[in-house]
């Protein structure tokens, strides 16, 4: 069974870089039928994709973030990773990583359980 | 940017009702889109995707149809276990983007 699993720190202050990473376990980071993905909820508001990564390192940004977003995968590590540049409170929010298929209709199929991560002073 | 714009926001209904919350996109998408149940302090599932393909193991009662811009998903008879908030997204373009959620409460 395939898990994602985030970490990082939980609390972030303005004007730094939050830092994220999802460890993926039960299957290969590797496979070229899935793609990456990182997508946020601020509290009481809904879904936002932030942007995703094949294995091979393409990636593919939310426009809004683009300034200020990186992510990049380590395979040998199994785990890919997210920089957000910048924060302010706006930022504060449950961020998830998530798996994509890259055929049918190309659905999120396997979640990690998110993180809370707070942009405060 | 491909916005995705869902209706109703907030939808009030009793166990054994029928449900459907519409999606639409500002553009053509095909049938890439795809709908997903999200309860509090949990991870979103997979309903629907490719706008009418049942993911494995979700009830029978979920149903998606539409394509090119409109789309729905159906809940044929309400279940307790139902009351959550519901998205749709459209993976046509990368990264896929979301419509608002549509909370589905108790009457």
């Known amino acids: 069974q395939l898990q994602l699993q985030e970490s990082g720190p939980g609390l972030v202050k303005p004007s730094e870089t939050l830092s994220l990473t999802c460890t993926v376990s039960?299957?290969?980071?590797?496979?070229?039928?899935?793609?990456w993905v990182w997508i946020r909820q601020p509290p009481g508001k809904g879904l936002e994709s932030i942007g995703s990564?094949?294995?091979?390192?393409?990636?593919y940004y939310n426009p809004s973030l683009k300034s200020r977003v990186t992510i990049s995968v380590d395979t040998s590590k199994n785990h890919f990773s997210l920089k957000l540049r910048s924060v302010t409170a706006a930022d504060t929010a449950v961020y998830y990583c998530?798996?994509?298929?890259?055929?049918?209709?190309?659905?999120?199929?396997?979640w990690g359980q998110g993180t809370l991560v707070t942009v405060s002073s | 940017d491909i916005q995705m714009t869902q209706s109703p926001s907030s939808l009030s209904a009793s166990v054994g009702d029928r449900v459907i919350i519409t999606c639409r996109a500002s553009?053509?998408?095909?049938?890439?889109l795809n709908w997903y149940q999200h309860k509090p302090g949990k991870a979103p599932e997979l309903l629907i995707y490719?706008?009418?393909s049942l993911q494995s193991g979700v009830p029978s009662r979920f149903s998606g149809s539409g394509s090119g811009t409109d789309f729905t998903l159906t809940i044929s008879s309400l279940q307790p276990e139902d009351f959550a908030t519901y998205y749709c997204?459209?993976?046509?373009?990368?990264?896929?983007?979301f419509g608002q959620g549509t909370k589905l409460e108790i009457k």
């Open positions: 990564i094949y294995y091979s390192g393409s990636t």
């Open positions: 998530a798996r994509a298929t890259d055929y049918g209709g190309n659905p999120i199929d396997y």
């Open positions: 490719d706008a009418s």
């Open positions: 553009q053509s998408i095909s049938s890439y």
């Open positions: 997204q459209q993976s046509y373009s990368t990264p896929g983007s």
């Open positions: 039960g299957g290969s980071i590797t496979s070229s039928i899935y793609y």
